[in-house]
Structures are given as structure tokens and as C-alpha cells.
């Protein structure tokens, strides 16, 4: 069964502290592994996307990992704002139908402290 | 930032109503989406659209219809409103390897 796991399930930092979001999937084949940040009662925005031959990439302090050949990935955010309270979530697409289709994780809920 | 709209924001109303959660993208894509999103869940997938006049049901069965009669617009309706399904509602649309989201539909059934 196609599942992506996001853990941890919440995580509570103090403004200024990098932090680290970990992303197993299982989903196969695979196509791409994409990180949005989900505001509360907003829609998700995309952060990155990687495809299988890269294995990081950088937007601004949130930089994102791939390791395909593991199935995990990891999104780092650097000097953290209180503006990055939010919920951060994993989708991984497959090529195996037109549709590419995409699995959802649940997200990990970030809060940042002052 | 996409231009994909959802309306209303948020929604109170009573069961057995009829609704209409509107949806309308500005960028031309063909391929469009609703999903279902409970707190702390994952996004399930409810409709899906390649394009005018072609819609398809997605994972999550769901009592809501959807049509594309054009491009830019993809509303979803609910015929009769259960408090099953307060929950929110988001559409997006895809453009190559990039999927956009609206701001989403908070629905409150009472």
C-alpha cells in the first residue's frame, strides 16, 4: 500500500532554532516529493519539489532532502520564524498513472515560540 | 502566488440544504481537483477534472457532484448537507509537476 509517514506528528521550537521534518514514504514508482507549508484555514503552498535524481534543494532557510534509494526525506528550516508556525506536509506523486496521482502525509504542526 | 480561487471562506448551514462551494482559476489550467481535509489529516482526493466536460470521482467517496462546463471554474455540490460533512474543502488545479491550491471552503454543517 502507497503510505507516506510524517513524523514527528507535532513539534514546538523557540524562535531562532533550526529544526529538522522527517518524510518516509512507500509510494512506487516514484515520481516526484514535494514539501507545502499549510497555513491554519489557508491552503497548502508549495516549498519544494524534487524529482528522483536530485537530492536537496533549497527555498530561502527551508532546504529539503531526498534519499530515493531509503524512501526518506527531511525538510530543515534554518533560524526559525514565528511565521513559520504551521503545518508542513509531504506529498509524493507516482508516474504510474495520467492522473500522477499523489499521497498525502497528515503533516508535522510546528509551533515557534518567542 | 496562484490564482485560484475558492468561495465562500467559510460556511454555516443547516442539513438537508442544498450548496454550492464555487472554485475558478485564472492560470488556464485543464487539470483541477477538490479535496477533503479534516484537522490533523491528510487531504483526500473527492473529484477530479482533466479538462471541459470531464470530471471523475476520486478515492474518498463522497455524496458531492462536480462540474466543468469551462476552463477557469470548477464548483462542487452537495445536494443535501449532513453534518458528516463538516469539513474543508480544497481546489486546486495542476500545472506540469506544480499543483496550486486555493485558500480553501471551512463548511459547518448544523
Known amino acids: 500500500k502507497n503510505q507516506v509517514e510524517q513524523s514527528p506528528q507535532s513539534l514546538i521550537i523557540l524562535e531562532g532554532k533550526n529544526c529538522t521534518l522527517q518524510c518516509n514514504y512507500t509510494v512506487s514508482p516514484f515520481s516526484n516529493l514535494r514539501w507545502y507549508k499549510q497555513d491554519t484555514g489557508r491552503g497548502p503552498v508549495s516549498l519544494t519539489i524534487m524529482t528522483f535524481s536530485e537530492n536537496t534543494k533549497s527555498n530561502g532557510r527551508y532546504t529539503a532532502t531526498l534519499d530515493a534509494d531509503t524512501k526518506q526525506s527531511s525538510l530543515h528550516i534554518t533560524a526559525s520564524q514565528l511565521s513559520d508556525s504551521a503545518s508542513y506536509i509531504c506529498v509524493v506523486s507516482d508516474r504510474g498513472s495520467t492522473l500522477g496521482r499523489l499521497y498525502f502525509g497528515r503533516g508535522t504542526q510546528l509551533t515557534v515560540w518567542p | ?110
Not at chain 2, 37 to 51: A, C, F, N, R, V
Not at chain 2, 76 to 88: F, I, V
Open chain 2, 1 to 110: 502566488e496562484a490564482d485560484i480561487y475558492q468561495t465562500p471562506r467559510y460556511l454555516v448551514i443547516g442539513t438537508g440544504k442544498k450548496i454550492t462551494l464555487e472554485c475558478s482559476q485564472t492560470m488556464g489550467h485543464d487539470k483541477m481537483y477538490w479535496y477533503q481535509q479534516d484537522p490533523g489529516m491528510e487531504l483526500h482526493l473527492i473529484h477530479y477534472s482533466y479538462g471541459v466536460n470531464s470530471t471523475e470521482k476520486g478515492d474518498l467517496s463522497s455524496e458531492s457532484t462536480v462540474s466543468r462546463i469551462r476552463t477557469e471554474h470548477f464548483p462542487l455540490t452537495l445536494e443535501s448537507a449532513r453534518p458528516s460533512h463538516t469539513s474543508q474543502y480544497l481546489c486546486a488545479s495542476t500545472y506540469g509537476n506544480e499543483q496550486f491550491f486555493g485558500p480553501g471552503t471551512r463548511l459547518t454543517v448544523l
